[in-house]
């Protein structure tokens, strides 16, 4: 009788990611909490925790499921590039950023709620990330595919912005949406990315 080797552990940014997405499904199950950590920009000097809360809470379960899901695959599909704790300093560092460039330069979007403001940093810093090591491993051809994905990232992020503080309604979602968060999120993204990749060991090992 032969014993069967124990299962792979999962990637830790999957871990995180799965752990993360629970948390925004349980907030969202909270009767009342997403009122009381959304963004709100008149509240912040008052309340602030909401720069960073009023990312992990939601309009609707739609909202929540979907970007708990999204999550998850932005972490699978960077795993090779950009260990947990990098995967979560991007999303944090992406909702300080964006919840104050909202207040700053957006005025007039009074509240928000949601995770695909961060989402956007998570995707654009782990392509950006991708594209440095590559080219700093000397495998150009390496660099291509995520830089496609940079690429094709900007293009929608550019293309989807209204005129001025106008917050479209997107019917799938039954509820308005927010792109400026989406090219702020990009914007501390590709920026992170970058840092990430100049910061990086020529032959970096990643860890959890």
Aim: aromatic fraction near 8%; charged fraction near 10%; proline fraction near 7%.
């Amino acid at each position: 009788m032969s014993l069967r080797p124990l299962p792979a552990a999962l990637p830790a940014p999957l871990l995180a990611a799965l752990a993360g997405g629970a948390l925004l499904l349980l907030l969202q199950a909270v009767p009342g909490l997403p009122s009381l950590l959304e963004y709100q920009r008149d509240a912040l000097p008052a309340e602030p925790w909401r720069l960073l809360t009023g990312h992990l809470v939601h309009v609707n379960w739609t909202h929540a499921l979907v970007n708990a899901a999204a999550w998850l695959v932005l972490a699978l599909l960077f795993t090779g590039s950009m260990a947990a704790r990098r995967q979560l300093l991007s999303l944090a560092l992406g909702a300080a950023f964006i919840s104050l460039a909202l207040a700053a330069w957006h005025p007039a979007i009074q509240w928000y709620r949601g995770a695909s403001g961060v989402l956007h940093t998570l995707f654009f810093a782990g392509a950006a990330t991708a594209v440095g090591r590559a080219l700093r491993a000397g495998r150009p051809r390496s660099a291509a595919a995520p830089l496609a994905l940079l690429a094709g990232g900007w293009i929608k992020v550019v293309v989807e912005q209204p005129a001025g503080g106008v917050t479209p309604y997107a019917e799938w979602l039954a509820a308005t949406t927010v792109p400026q968060a989406h090219l702020l999120g990009a914007i501390a993204g590709t920026a992170l990315g970058a840092l990430f990749a100049a910061t990086a060991q020529r032959s970096p090992r990643l860890r959890s």
